[in-house]
């Protein structure tokens, strides 16, 4: 079964982006890096997408910040963007797809691959929402994708921590690159092996 693994460049300044150094560690899967730019990261998926023919993918990205691995739930349509892209591009509440739905859930069995992460000592979480910048513009133009053009693709969005060397000398989480590999491998093995979800406590209050 083939697995597309995607990850990110460095964007905002940074020197790494520890999405794309994770998922280059993760064993048996096609890995992809995406530009930060609207418009043509979505390019090259649908081009990946084309090319390997997978039957799982998974999209990642950082979210500096968060404390732990997070399997995103919902895709929103609404690029509405706090800093310019690797291009400059700041668009405010524009639509990712004119006329598409306002959302998408994963076809990823969320709670389980949440689950599949912490049995492998990592801590993860489900998370209600990916954004409003490229990782979220990504994760809806994948999901459209999917529901237009694949529909037997399982296909999500998982959000991952600065590394530590991001942010050396400021207070702040982070998780080694090699500790979140091993969450998206244990992510990949649920999202290959497990049929519909587990009935988890996982939702979030605010
Ligand atoms: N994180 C950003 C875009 C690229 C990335 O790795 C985001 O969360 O939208």
């Given at each position: 079964m083939t697995v597309l693994l995607t990850g990110f460049e460095p964007f905002?300044?940074?020197?790494?982006?520890p999405s794309w150094e994770a998922v280059k560690l993760v064993p048996g899967v096609r890995a992809v890096q995406l530009p930060c730019v609207f418009g043509r990261a979505l390019e090259h998926l649908r081009a990946a997408v084309l090319e390997h023919d997978p039957a799982v993918v998974v999209c990642v990205g950082q979210a500096g910040g968060r404390p732990d691995v997070t399997v995103e739930r919902v895709a929103v349509n609404i690029d509405d963007a706090r800093i310019p892209d690797n291009a400059g591009r700041q668009p405010i509440?524009?639509?990712?797809?004119?006329?598409?739905?306002a959302a998408y859930f994963a076809t990823l069995p969320v709670k389980a691959c949440a689950a599949a992460a912490r049995t492998a000592g990592v801590p993860a979480s489900v998370s209600q929402s990916a954004g409003t910048f490229v990782c979220n513009h990504v994760f809806y133009g994948l999901m459209h994708l999917i529901a237009t053009e694949r529909p037997g693709i399982r296909g999500g969005f998982v959000h991952v921590p600065f590394a530590p060397e991001q942010v050396l000398g400021r207070a702040g989480p982070s998780m080694p690159v090699t500790m979140v590999a091993e969450a998206l491998t244990a992510i990949v093995a649920a999202a290959v092996s497990v049929e519909g979800d587990l009935r988890l406590v996982g939702g979030s209050l605010h």
């Open positions: 905002d300044g940074a020197a790494v982006n509440d524009e639509p990712v797809v004119p006329g598409g739905p």
